[in-house]
């Protein structure tokens, strides 16, 4: 069974970067896409990116297109969003989780769920 971790959140002030990272452990070869959501009090998870395990192509969310980057390293068993050019409407919790697609932004089309690291972007 695939089990997520994610790692790298923090406080950050706007304009700034930071790299989150998520770790599948388990049956890797299971794994054909990873995605990232976010999410906020009282609202539901919101798509950021996906990612395909096989051949890395990327999948975005307008709201974050042009400032993060969604990349995996099939050799580390690693996912990284690197996130530029934060914005104080990019505080959420982010989450990783692994679907049988990555060009979806549906959360329910993805499981496995991480717990979660807190992004906090101050202005």
């Known amino acids: 069974q695939v089990q997520l971790v994610e790692s790298g959140g923090g406080l950050v002030q706007a304009g700034g970067s930071l790299r989150l990272s998520c770790a599948p452990s388990?049956?890797?070869?299971?794994?054909?896409?990873v995605g990232w959501f976010r999410q906020t009090p009282g609202k539901g998870r919101e798509f950021v990116a996906a990612?395909?395990?096989?051949?890395?192509?990327?999948y975005y969310a307008d709201s974050v297109k042009g400032r993060f980057i969604i990349s995996r390293d099939n050799v580390k068993n690693m996912v990284y969003l690197q996130m530029n050019s934060l914005k104080p409407e990019d505080t959420a919790v982010y989450y990783c989780?692994?679907?049988?697609?990555?060009?979806?932004?549906?959360?329910?089309?993805?499981?496995?769920w991480g717990q979660g690291t807190q992004v906090t972007v101050s202005s």
């Open positions: 989780g692994r679907g049988a697609r990555y060009n979806t932004d549906k959360a329910t089309d993805f499981g496995s």
């Open positions: 388990g049956r890797t070869f299971r794994i054909y896409a």
């Open positions: 990612v395909s395990w096989s051949s890395g192509s990327a």
